[in-house]
Nanobody, 124 residues
């Protein structure tokens, strides 16, 4: 069984920064892809950024490109999402997810494991 635990959410003013963490336990993620999704009130969950553990390629949605950075610490089996220049529209519950597949996917249905989510609130 795989568990994902997010942390680092909170409330900030527009222009501020937060770093989210996603600690994975249960097995190592050398064969998994990981991604961050978010869900704003009244909206569907959407992907934000992701990467494959097997290479250094990272993926970002246009809405966060240049502001968010996804990184990982293999030794700690942890992924991070550094969020800078936050905007009120970034307000959402952020989830990390893991997929046991070789190719990167933006589809929610392709992810096998999910964290419980962490709230990010950005005020104007």
């Amino acid at each position: 069984q795989v568990q994902l635990l997010e942390s680092g959410g909170g409330s900030v003013q527009a222009g501020g920064s937060l770093r989210l963490s996603c600690a994975a336990t249960g097995r190592t993620f050398s064969s998994y892809n990981m991604a961050w999704f978010r869900q704003a009130p009244g909206k569907e969950r959407e992907i934000v950024a992701g990467f494959r553990w097997t290479d250094t390629t990272t993926y970002y949605e246009d809405t966060v490109k240049g502001r968010f950075t996804i990184t990982r610490d293999n030794a700690k089996n942890t992924a991070y999402l550094q969020m800078n220049s936050l905007k009120p529209e970034d307000t959402a519950i952020y989830y990390c997810a893991a997929a046991y597949r070789s190719s990167y996917s933006r589809r929610e249905a392709d992810y096998d494991y999910w964290g419980q989510g962490t709230q990010v609130t950005v005020s104007s």
